[in-house]
């Protein structure tokens, strides 16, 4: 890690060690303030197909003025314009655009995450779906350190973009450099005990937000989601299976709770948790688990250097 980094790190830690739980929340809820002011302009826009940051319509390509937008290849970006973009824009700026145009198109599940898809030589590896448009953010330990001894000896990351399941930029094509700001960002995520949470607003959560969240209240999810039929819009995926007694359940509860399926819609494992409702001797659990809708991660391959 770079020494200016580091230090950085270190004196945001002491910072924030000074404030108060009443301070850090206030400064919490401004930022969160900030978030919700520009996500609702970005919406706004979004609707129109009118890009936010530029103001311009999707479809617009205006070489003096290089915008993140041209990303969703609604205009003529061609892949040798990449480095304008990543010259101008870091990569929380970037990945911020591309989570909130993912979550306002289809919600959380576009936007794959999860920690445990993540291998452990990365910094990152998160998979964003908008459309017919695939976006890969890559980062090794290896990368964030640089590579050493070779041109690309600074901290970078790599990127991979599809197009209709097509390659259109590769993630040996670029070693994209990571501004201060970011490796800053990224040390301090990393850091359990820094106290930092990057949060990329209410209109950029992922899988693994929405997973988090699940956690600290699986009974109320599933409640909700198993009296609706439709499990958050098909980002997480229920799993239940029903223990019966010995004996097996008695073929008219079976049927009770198919006949009441079908009348209410509702699922059958609804249904069985309410004819079941009195009986000590079944058990019913879910597991709940990201669904096969989200997209998974494009892995990269990285090559071994001599
Ligand atoms: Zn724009
Ligand atoms: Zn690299």
Not at 121 to 126: D, L, P, T
Not at 212 to 222: H, K, S, V, W
Request: net charge neutral; aromatic share 10%; proline share 3%.
């Amino acid at each position: 890690m770079q020494e200016d980094i580091r230090r950085a790190a270190e004196a945001f830690k002491k910072q924030t060690r000074k404030l108060s739980q009443e301070e850090s929340l206030k400064h919490f809820d401004i930022q969160r303030a900030q978030y919700d002011k520009e996500h609702s302009e970005f919406i706004k826009q979004y609707e129109h197909k009118n890009c936010y940051l530029c103001g311009k319509h999707f479809k617009t390509l205006s070489k003096a003025e290089p915008c993140l937008h041209w990303l969703l290849r609604m205009c003529k970006f061609r892949k040798k314009d990449f480095p304008k973009l990543t010259e101008k824009f870091d990569f929380y700026q970037i990945s911020a655009f591309l989570r909130w145009v993912a979550n306002a198109e289809c919600g959380v599940k576009n936007i794959n995450n999860l920690d445990e898809e993540c291998s452990d030589r990365k910094v990152f590896e998160i998979t964003v779906k908008w459309k017919n448009v695939e976006w890969t953010l890559d980062c090794s330990k290896n990368d964030f350190e640089g590579h050493k001894g070779t041109r690309t000896e600074f901290p970078h990351w790599h990127f991979q973009m599809r197009i209709d399941g097509k390659q259109f930029i590769n993630f040996n094509d670029y070693h994209i450099r990571f501004s201060k700001d970011d490796q800053l960002k990224i040390v301090l995520e990393k850091d359990r005990d820094s106290g930092f949470i990057h949060s990329f607003g209410p209109g950029g959560l992922g899988m693994q937000e929405h997973m988090d969240r699940l956690a600290e209240d699986p009974d109320g999810f599933i409640a909700n989601a198993m009296s609706t039929n439709n499990p958050v819009e098909g980002a997480v995926h229920l799993q239940s299976f029903v223990k019966g007694p010995e004996g097996g359940i008695p073929i008219e509860k079976i049927n009770q709770a198919m006949k009441m399926a079908r009348e209410t819609g509702k699922t059958l494992v609804h249904c069985f948790r309410e004819v079941l409702r009195d009986d000590n001797e079944v058990s019913i659990s879910t597991i709940l688990s990201p669904s096969e809708s989200v997209p998974e991660i494009a892995k990269r391959s990285e090559r071994k250097r001599r």
